[in-house]
């Protein structure tokens, strides 16, 4: 049974940092690339940002290129997410998926951050 879990978010003021941890149980997670998907207070799911089965290639949206980094480790089953320099529109309750849809993803951390 896969299951997800993830942790780190929080308040932050503009322009400080969070790091966002997955922890993934019940699947070999070096099977599967690996997405952050967020979803802001009355819209849509959204990829954020991707990471191949062993690390070597990732893939970040536009809006968050420069300020997010995207890694893991398999052998501890972990994913994370380093994000700088955050901005009030990256307030949203963030999840680790296997999937860029989020179909398979976790219970979400909240990030919010604001003056």
């Known amino acids: 049974q896969v299951q997800l879990v993830e942790s780190g978010g929080g308040l932050v003021h503009p322009g400080g940092s969070l790091r966002l941890s997955c922890a993934a149980s019940g699947f070999t997670l070096s099977r599967y690339w690996m997405y952050w998907v967020r979803q802001a207070p009355g819209k849509g799911l959204e990829w954020v940002s991707y990471i191949s089965r062993r690390g070597g290639e990732t893939y970040y949206r536009d809006s968050v290129k420069g300020r997010f980094t995207i890694s893991r480790d398999n052998a501890k089953n972990m994913l994370y997410l380093q994000m700088n320099s955050l901005k009030p529109e990256d307030t949203a309750l963030y999840y680790c998926?296997?999937?860029?849809?989020?179909?398979?993803r976790g219970q979400g951390t909240q990030v919010t951050v604001s003056s």
């Open positions: 998926a296997t999937d860029e849809a989020g179909t398979q």
